[in-house]
């Protein structure tokens, strides 16, 4: 059992909260604010990560697993958003949404295989109760969003270095979802509480 008010936390489930801010912006097209908030939702980001290797009494389980989720959510967001505002292909948003569904999927089952009886739905939505550590792999899209975002804003929108960045993040995209599949083990620890 573990305490889930932890400041990073906290600050996960505001980048949670600032992903739909976000994609509105990008869908209105006001791309000068929408890069304020990508880059606040990025600070958030750094402190939760810098609070919780720091101070032991603010690392948890739950933040291992709501860390990653929040930036999954605001990727998601980021890209759904972007391709609406015709700065990423449908094509490439397609891949990367499947690949992290598929990854999300694995994590409920990884979290129904790991909770000890009897498994009922409280327990098992009780993020108090830590049965596994998720510890994604890392090959990040953050500099194709970045790049996306800023392209209206500093006048880059036709680049050819925009769409190599398109190519090189699908062969990533299609890189880290082998990594998952045969990693799997590696990515998600299950915490032994004998």
Same mark, same amino acid.
């Given at each position: 059992y573990e305490n889930?008010?932890?400041?990073? =936390?906290?600050l996960s489930m505001a +980048?949670?909260?600032? /992903?739909?801010v976000l994609g509105y912006l990008i869908v209105e097209e006001n791309f000068n604010v929408a890069l304020g908030v990508f880059v606040l939702a990025g600070v958030t980001d750094l402190l939760d990560g810098f609070i919780a290797r720091n101070w032991a009494n603010q690392k948890s389980a739950l933040g291992s697993a709501l860390d990653p989720l929040a930036d999954k959510i605001l990727i998601s967001v980021l890209y759904v958003s972007l391709t609406c505002a015709n700065l990423i292909p449908v094509s490439l948003t397609s891949m990367i949404i499947l690949r992290d569904v598929a990854l999300i999927a694995a994590v409920f089952y990884v979290r129904y295989k790991t909770l000890s009886p009897p498994r009922t739905l409280s327990r098992y939505f009780n993020p108090c109760y830590a049965t596994a550590q998720l510890k994604p792999t890392f090959i990040s899209k953050l500099i194709l969003l970045t790049a996306s975002l800023a392209a209206p804003?500093? =006048? !880059? @929108?036709d680049s050819i270095y925009l769409q190599t960045l398109w190519c090189i993040t /699908?062969?990533?995209?299609?890189?880290? /979802?082998?990594? !998952?599949?045969?990693?799997? +083990? *590696?990515? @998600?620890?299950?915490?032994? =509480? *004998?």
């Open positions: 889930p008010w932890t400041i990073p =936390n906290i +980048r949670m909260g600032l /992903a739909p804003v500093f =006048n !880059y @929108v /699908a062969f990533t995209t299609v890189t880290s /979802a082998y990594s !998952y599949y045969h990693y799997g +083990r *590696k990515t @998600v620890q299950v915490i032994d =509480n *004998k």
